[in-house]
């Protein structure tokens, strides 16, 4: 069945077939036709069996070649990566640390589940719904602990601490994470810990929940909440890609621009602006979602905010962290 424009692109991606896949579909149905086509010159005479033959050959042939637009990656491995199950991934090892304590993520979580011991499994909520004001002030302490920290010298601006979960971005995507992984839950006005994440913490500790966590945060927490960008830029099936290319050679901007070519469709989706390119606007998101919210909060890696020094712009590294690569470990 042919595939319109406007349906829902077969990836699963939620967007429509002309906003996701079509431009890469098509050049890669036009590059086996040709190969077909010229298969059937040299060969002569097929029968439809042989036709059928030649065709699953070819495709299967082009899916295992390495693609110099996904740094030599095969579609096969790009496909798994931006597609299978968290739990299905192939061409990496995705491992729990032993010490998670870098982590301001994990050491908020853990700081919500103390907090909860301490109470017979639960504790009370603000008028707002939001995570005591005890706690947040315990969460802000820990920041001097964190490799982010050496950046962090505005405490009114900072990530990573604040006088109230609403002004605690940090703390905040910790406690929307614990509620998508099925940790935590709001009612009654209290936080309550589920009586098996509370056996399992007991248990195993803090480590328990590290890969539960890691998977609500690529596959279910929406990367556009509380930021301005347009919802239709999703860069969640794009982050495993991103951080084998970023821990392979630490560079922002040669990340970014590899992001770019494997995925051209990408700049297209951005709105028009007269003060940003496309190519700028994938730059600034990428920076804020997948860098800042989410590399930095995980304790992945830290980057030097300053973009500037003397009028001309600093290329942008990345330092990579321990945890980083305890964290991944990729076989390509």
Request: glycine content about 4%.
């Amino acid at each position: 069945m042919k595939i319109g424009r406007n349906d829902h692109c077969p990836c699963g991606s939620g967007k429509k077939y002309k906003q996701c896949c079509m431009d890469v579909a098509e050049k890669q149905r036009a590059e086996i036709y040709d190969d077909i086509a010229q298969t059937v010159a040299m060969s002569g005479n097929l029968s439809i069996e042989e036709l059928n033959l030649v065709v699953q050959h070819k495709i299967q042939e082009r899916n295992n070649r390495p693609n110099a637009d996904f740094c030599d990656l095969t579609p096969t491995q790009m496909a798994n990566w931006l597609y299978a199950p968290f739990s299905e991934l192939t061409g990496v090892a995705i491992s729990t640390p032993d010490d998670l304590s870098s982590s301001p993520i994990m050491s908020y979580l853990s700081l919500i589940i103390d907090e909860a011991i301490m109470q017979q499994g639960s504790f009370k909520a603000t008028a707002r719904g939001n995570l005591p004001t005890k706690l947040v002030k315990k969460a802000s302490e820990k920041l001097p602990e964190f490799a982010v920290a050496q950046f962090e010298t505005e405490s009114s601006i900072s990530h990573f601490s604040g006088s109230n979960e609403d002004k605690f971005i940090a703390l905040h995507y910790t406690r929307v994470l614990a509620v998508l992984s099925g940790i935590l839950y709001l009612k009654g006005g209290r936080f309550h810990v589920k009586k098996t994440a509370l056996k399992q913490y007991q248990r195993h500790g803090i480590r328990a929940f590290f890969l539960p966590m890691l998977e609500a945060a690529v596959t279910r927490y929406n990367w556009g909440y509380l930021d301005g960008w347009d919802d239709n830029v999703d860069l969640r099936t794009l982050w495993l890609f991103m951080v084998w290319r970023l821990q392979s050679h630490t560079s922002l901007d040669k990340m970014i621009k590899e992001v770019s070519v494997a995925f051209p469709d990408l700049l297209r989706q951005f709105p028009h602006s007269e003060y940003f390119s496309a190519q700028d606007q994938l730059v600034m998101i990428i920076e804020s979602r997948f860098v800042e919210r989410f590399l930095q909060f995980w304790g992945f890696v830290t980057v030097n905010p300053r973009k500037i020094f003397n009028r001309e712009r600093i290329p942008r590294e990345a330092n990579i962290l321990p945890l980083l690569t305890q964290s991944f470990r990729f076989t390509m």
